[in-house]
């Protein structure tokens, strides 16, 4: 008898606290994404969500050779998306300390 309620008194308590929970969630404010009239295909994953106001829009060099990596952040101000810098594959891969990358060396010196 006493074990019942025991398991009662705590099952209410779980039940308490998912409720508190759930209504915590609820009131919230939402992350405000930034409208935009850009309509894009990315079928190929070329665009990617950097973060709540930066994109990143790969290069694939057709034109140029450099694959790159073009960074764009939007401006509330403007209304638009601004180039705010580039990154070159072959230069992170070739030189990853210079961008902070740590790396290490194999028995074999590679």
């Not at 034109?63 to 952040?73: C, D, H, N, T």
């Amino acid at each position: 008898m006493q074990n019942d309620t025991f398991i009662k008194v705590i099952l209410s308590g779980i039940l308490v606290c998912l409720i508190v929970i759930a209504f915590k969630m609820n009131t919230n404010e939402q992350i405000q994404i930034p409208p935009s009239n850009v309509d894009i295909d990315n079928q190929g994953r070329r665009v990617v969500q950097i973060a709540p106001n930066r994109v990143g829009v790969i290069d694939t060099g057709n034109g140029s050779g450099w694959e790159q990596l073009v960074v764009f952040e939007y401006s509330p101000d403007t209304k638009k998306f601004e180039v705010v810098g580039a990154l070159t594959y072959e230069d992170i891969f070739d030189h990853p300390e210079e961008y902070g990358i740590p790396t290490r060396d194999d028995k074999y010196g590679n």
